[in-house]
C-alpha cells in the first residue's frame, strides 16, 4: 500500500500515519521527495478500510498495490531513485555513466594499464572481479582481498569509483572498505540471504538479472534489499539465456524501457555478458544508450586474447574509446548525456 502525504503535512503528522500503520501490522518504508513524502506500507493485513487512513491529518491519498513488489515499484517514488556517489557521480540521472574495466583482476601491471585507458576515455566508474563465480572449479576464481586491495589504488590513482562482485555474505565486511558498489551475480541473484544480509548494508547495490530470470522476479530480488532498507539498488540487464546459441547469451533490450515503466529505480545494461562477443558489445551498447539505460557496464582488458577470464567478450582499450565517442552522439539524441 502507498500513503501519500500532501506537501504540506508537517513531520508530526508522518509520523501519526507511520504509528497508525505499525499498530495496523504493516512495516514502513519512507521515501521523502523534493516536495511530497511517500509512506510505503508492506504486510500481510488484508482486512482493512482505506478510508480510515485518507481522514487521517495531512493524507493526500492512499492506494493499494497489487503488484508483489511494493517498494520496488513505480508507485513508491513516482520520480525516480537517483543513486548518489562519491565524486560527484548520480546513477539514474541525465547523465549515462559508464563502468569498464578487465572481467577480473589478474595483476597490477594489467589492472592499472586498463584503468587508466577507461578513465582517459571517460569512464567514471572501475569493474573488476576479485571473487569470480566460474562454471568449472578448475578456472580462476579471482585473487581475493588482494585484488580489492588493487582495485581501490587504481580507482583512486586514476579518479574512478570501484565496483566489484560480491557472492556470500561473509565478504560482505571485507569489501566495504574498497568498493563504491556491490554486485551481486547472475548466479545469485536469487540468494535471498545474501539479499537480506545487503538490504543491511548502506552502500549502493547493483543486481544483475538472472539468467532465466522474468523482470518480476528481478524486481521481487530487488524487494528484498529495500525491505533492509538500502533503497539504493541499480538493477541491470546482462542478457538471458534462450534457444539461440551463436551468442553466450541474448541480450534484452526491451528490458530497459520495461523496467522503467515498473519500477523507480535505475537500469544498467550489460553488453559484454549480454552478447559474450567482442565484436557485438559495441552495437548493444549503443542500442541500450537509445533504449533509455542509465548506466552502462563493459568490460574492457589491455591484452584480451590473453586474459584469464572472459577475453572474447572484452574490448581492446581503443575499441573502448571508439565506443565512448559514439555513445557521446548517441545520447543527446534521447535527451542524455555523457561527459
Known amino acids: 500500500m502507498i500513503v501519500a502525504m500532501q506537501d504540506v503535512a508537517d513531520e508530526k503528522q508522518i509520523q501519526q500515519v507511520i504509528d497508525h500503520l505499525v499498530k495496523m501490522g504493516f512495516e514502513v518504508h519512507r521515501s521523502t521527495g523534493a516536495r511530497q513524502t511517500v509512506l510505503g506500507a508492506v504486510g500481510a493485513v488484508i482486512d482493512f478500510d482505506i478510508r480510515n487512513l485518507e481522514l487521517l491529518p495531512g ?39 559508464v563502468m569498464a574495466g578487465p572481467c577480473s583482476v589478474e595483476s597490477r601491471e594489467q589492472l592499472f594499464a586498463t584503468a587508466e585507458a577507461v578513465s582517459k576515455a571517460g569512464a567514471k566508474v572501475l569493474r573488476g572481479g576479485a571473487f569470480k563465480p566460474r562454471s568449472s572449479p578448475y578456472s580462476f576464481q579471482g585473487h581475493g582481498e588482494d585484488a580489492l586491495k588493487l582495485l581501490r589504488e587504481a580507482g583512486d590513482k586514476f579518479k574512478l569509483l570501484v565496483i566489484s562482485e560480491v557472492m556470500e555474505i561473509s565478504q560482505i565486511p571485507m569489501m566495504l572498505p574498497y568498493v563504491d558498489i556491490l554486485q551481486v551475480g547472475a548466479r545469485n541473484m536469487q540468494n535471498f540471504n545474501l539479499l537480506r544480509e545487503l538490504g543491511k548494508v548502506r552502500k549502493p547495490v547493483l543486481l544483475k538479472r538472472g539468467i532465466a530470470a522474468t523482470l518480476e522476479e528481478l524486481l521481487l530480488s530487488a524487494e528484498y534489499i529495500m525491505a533492509g532498507g538500502n533503497y539504493d539498488v541499480i538493477l541491470c540487464e546482462r542478457g538471458i539465456r534462450t534457444f539461440e546459441t551463436y551468442t553466450r547469451n541474448t541480450m534484452d533490450i526491451s528490458a530497459i524501457p520495461i523496467i522503467h515503466k515498473l519500477s523507480h529505480l535505475p537500469m544498467t545494461a550489460d553488453p559484454s555478458h549480454g552478447t559474450g562477443r567482442r565484436d557485438k558489445v559495441s552495437p548493444m551498447a549503443r542500442a541500450a544508450v537509445a533504449a533509455g539505460a542509465d548506466a552502462l557496464l563493459i568490460e574492457v582488458h589491455c591484452d584480451p586474447d590473453k586474459a584469464w577470464s572472459d577475453g572474447a567478450q572484452s574490448l581492446y582499450p581503443e575499441q573502448f574509446t571508439k565506443l565512448m565517442a559514439e555513445l557521446r552522439m548517441i545520447a543527446p539524441a534521447v535527451g542524455r548525456s555523457i561527459e
Open 59 to 97: 493524507v493526500q491519498e492512499v492506494h493499494r498495490i497489487s503488484s508483489p513488489y511494493k517498494l520496488a515499484g513505480k508507485g513508491f517514488r513516482p520520480e525516480g531513485t537517483i543513486v548518489k556517489l562519491a565524486n560527484e557521480v548520480s546513477i539514474g540521472g541525465n547523465e549515462v555513466v
